[in-house]
């Protein structure tokens, strides 16, 4: 079996993650990371035994590379996915997958020029029961869809000692939290539905317009500054966010995301409600399916290699009883994004599911939709 030769660039939070999870796959070789802070970048590669790589620019150059995964910040997602594809190198992204929709189409083109499917991380359809609950939909089990409703609230910015590169407009761009976790609650409702949203209103506020930043650099995401030294910086950046949805098929949906929720940590909910019954799933308690009824008694359905349907039983890993967890989302998502690199090898055609760069797509005209409802205090339509 040919391995997969990766490198991944931005060895931060989600970088050491993705290296984590790469560990794992058999047909997946980690030979490099990169990072901007090269004393982080040269400790990991000491640390694995892989190669330590000054600058992206030295891994696109490097034909022993075959496929990169960025995990930088936000400002660096289009211009490195670009320039990987030109290349010839495979990509698997972070979100979001540029900063503008213009940038985000011209990278789905230039995939399909080169003949490829690049991934993005919405990790969260990987979770066995919701690759379950989207089945189930499919399949009809909850009618007619009448309504999509959620939330994804966190409380690592609560105060203004708190910090974050998400907060600043040139490396973010013109979102924090809508980019950064709308994205990926509103991949999940058009996921398991599998219905368009169609028209947005949007309400977004910055609660602190004003937080201390560290005067000696950047703070890794969820790590506590350590310093004593702050500036008082403004914020433009929204911290809140709540969006009423119109989906395709006329139903109706709302959203509501906060990093300011103290206690909630990474709580993400999703509610769809059809004509016949009704599912729910939450991030907290990420191995069970709620299915509720109503003329028979509701059930709770847990993750399983046996019961699941038999499309989905192969994302659930563990025998019953075992719940499983992010870092088995992402492996999920990582084992179909390399196995369509193996069957593209093969001449193979078969599906991969796995979200791709038209997924990542959809997204920046969710959020750029989003954004001008905002503006304008209107429903926006959101763009094709
Ligand atoms: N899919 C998910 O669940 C998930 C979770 C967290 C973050 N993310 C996404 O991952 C990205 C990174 O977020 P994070 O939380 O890991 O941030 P982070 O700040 O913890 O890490 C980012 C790393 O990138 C490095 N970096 C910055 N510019 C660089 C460049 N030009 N070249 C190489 N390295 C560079 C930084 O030094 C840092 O080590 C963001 O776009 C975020 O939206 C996704």
Redesign the pocket.
């Known amino acids: 079996m040919k391995k997969q030769r990766v490198v991944v660039?931005?060895?931060?939070?989600?970088?050491?993650?993705h290296i984590g999870e790469l560990r794992k796959l058999p047909n997946v070789e980690l030979v490099g990371v990169?990072?901007?802070?090269q004393d982080?970048?040269k400790s990991i590669a000491e640390r694995y035994g892989v190669v330590h790589y000054p600058?992206?620019e030295s891994v696109l150059r490097d034909p022993a590379v075959d496929v990169i995964h960025?995990?930088?910040?936000?400002?660096?997602?289009y211009p490195?996915n670009k320039a990987a594809l030109l290349a010839g190198k495979e990509v698997l992204t972070?979100?979001?997958l540029a900063l503008t929709a213009k940038e985000s189409e011209e990278l789905v083109r230039l995939a399909k020029e080169q003949k490829t499917r690049c991934a993005?991380?919405?990790?969260?359809r990987y979770y066995p029961v919701v690759q379950e609950a989207k089945v189930r939909v499919a399949k009809g089990e909850l009618g007619v869809i009448y309504n999509v409703l959620g939330h994804y609230l966190q409380d690592w910015l609560l105060y203004d000692t708190d910090y974050?590169?998400?907060l600043e407009p040139d490396?973010?761009g013109s979102s924090n939290i809508l980019?950064?976790l709308g994205?990926?609650w509103c991949d999940l409702a058009e996921f398991i539905t599998g219905l368009k949203i169609t028209e947005i209103f949007a309400d977004f506020r910055t609660t602190l317009p004003f937080r201390k930043k560290p005067k000696d650099g950047?703070?890794?995401?969820?790590?506590k500054a350590e310093t004593a030294g702050f500036e008082e910086v403004p914020i433009s950046l929204e911290d809140y966010g709540s969006l009423l949805l119109r989906f395709e098929n006329g139903a109706r949906g709302t959203f509501t995301t906060s990093e300011l929720a103290a206690g909630r940590k990474c709580d993400i909910e999703i509610e769809v409600y059809g004509s016949n019954a009704s599912l729910a799933w939450r991030h907290e308690r990420s191995s069970e399916l709620w299915l509720g009824h109503r003329d028979k008694a509701n059930e709770l359905f847990f993750e399983s290699p046996l019961l699941q349907n038999e499309k989905t039983r192969r994302f659930a890993r563990l025998p019953s009883g075992h719940p499983m967890g992010?870092h088995d989302a992402?492996y999920n998502l990582f084992a179909d994004f390399y196995s369509y690199l193996e069957s593209k090898d093969n001449q193979n055609s078969t599906e991969f599911a796995f979200p791709d760069f038209e997924a990542g797509h959809r997204e920046m005209l969710i959020l750029e939709a989003a954004l001008a409802s905002k503006e304008k205090g209107t429903w926006v339509a959101v763009g094709s």
């Open positions: 660039i931005g060895v931060g939070y989600i970088g050491m993650v990169v990072d901007k802070n982080l970048a600058d992206s960025n995990c930088t910040p936000n400002r660096e997602h490195l972070e979100k979001p993005i991380n919405f990790c969260y974050s590169w998400r490396l973010a980019a950064d994205s990926h950047t703070v890794l995401t969820f790590s992010y992402i």
